[in-house]
């Protein structure tokens, strides 16, 4: 491979890369959905109420969020952002940072075999480079991904320790709808807050009780505690008992979170076998290498 087709080649990467990057970081034209963002900002928001963010303080992360770029950042990850409280130009952040520091490894290293007098094609260094830097990308978007899907299960956790408390409220005689309001102002952690939340709210909004519950099992995708708004709604509309559906339910929630506990335990036993074998055979290889070696020498 001769030098003027690789730096063509590097040439037309590089120009490639920039284009996009400028195309990437423009200003979107304005559309339906942008103004509607603007007036009914979505579950990505730019600051989150209670977290105000310090004046100036990553202008440029603002700037970008709100291009076309952060438009489609915040319609893939809009659900995780939520979940995980972070707001968007906090992702934009850590993911230029991220592929900043994967880029620069990426040359520091190739540069460390330069200065060794290793020879290394030019192609190679940007190879390297680019391929750290979207390891980088990946890692800030997965460590988004797995602090989301953590909060979620702590959240199902909740609202799994919050239909028990409804249930044995219920058993005790108690409405349907006074249960659930009792169940979520006597807990603490995020699932009691949340659906207290909804149900302070609800009248204002012209909503019933179920349809506050409904609405916090859409958004955060519990399937539970929307049945647990169905048995309410059949008990409050027909007369029926929602004491018995909230118990079965809250059993049902209860069984899945063990066997999702009984499943990690597996994985983790799994993952460790591995290890094991490999300190037993090292264990056993240390044990028998006098006796080895005694062998080797008398033959």
């Known amino acids: 491979m001769n030098r003027p087709f690789v730096a063509l080649a590097l040439g037309l990467g590089a120009g490639a890369a920039l284009t996009t990057a400028l195309r990437a970081v423009r200003p979107a034209p304005v559309s339906l959905s942008a103004l509607h963002r603007r007036v009914q900002p979505g579950r990505a928001a730019l600051t989150p109420a209670g977290r105000p963010q310090a004046a100036g303080r990553h202008g440029w992360a603002d700037r970008l969020a709100r291009t076309g770029l952060g438009g489609r950042l915040a319609e893939r990850f809009g659900d995780d952002l939520f ?66 899907a953590a909060t979620r299960a702590q959240f199902r956790d909740g609202v799994s320790q919050y239909l028990t408390l409804c249930s044995s409220v219920m058993a005790g005689g108690r409405s349907a709808e006074w249960a659930v309001r009792y169940g979520a102002s006597s807990g603490q952690g995020r699932a009691f807050v949340t659906i207290d939340a909804a149900l302070a709210s609800a009248p204002a909004m012209g909503r019933t009780t179920w349809e506050a519950l409904a609405s916090v099992a859409e958004e955060w995708k519990v399937g539970e505690l929307a049945d647990l708004a169905a048995a309410i709604e059949r008990a409050t509309t027909l007369g029926g008992d929602a004491a018995e ?55």
Request: charged share 15%; glycine share 10%.
């Open 245 to 299: 559906a909230a118990g079965v339910i809250a059993q049902s929630m209860r069984a899945r979170s063990l066997d999702l506990v009984e499943r990690a335990a597996d994985r983790a036993n799994v993952k460790m076998l591995g290890p094991t074998y490999l300190f037993l055979a090292g264990f056993g290889l240390f044990l028998a290498f006098p006796l080895l070696d005694e062998l080797s020498r008398s033959l």
């Open 83 to 148: 979940v995980a409280e972070v707001t968007l130009p906090e992702l934009v952040v850590q993911i230029v940072v991220a592929t900043v520091v994967g880029f620069v490894t990426g040359a520091a290293v190739i540069g460390a075999f330069v200065a060794a007098g290793v020879g290394v094609a030019p192609a190679l260094v940007a190879g390297a480079s680019l391929l750290l830097a979207a390891a980088g990308t990946a890692t800030a978007i997965g460590t988004l991904r797995r602090r989301a």
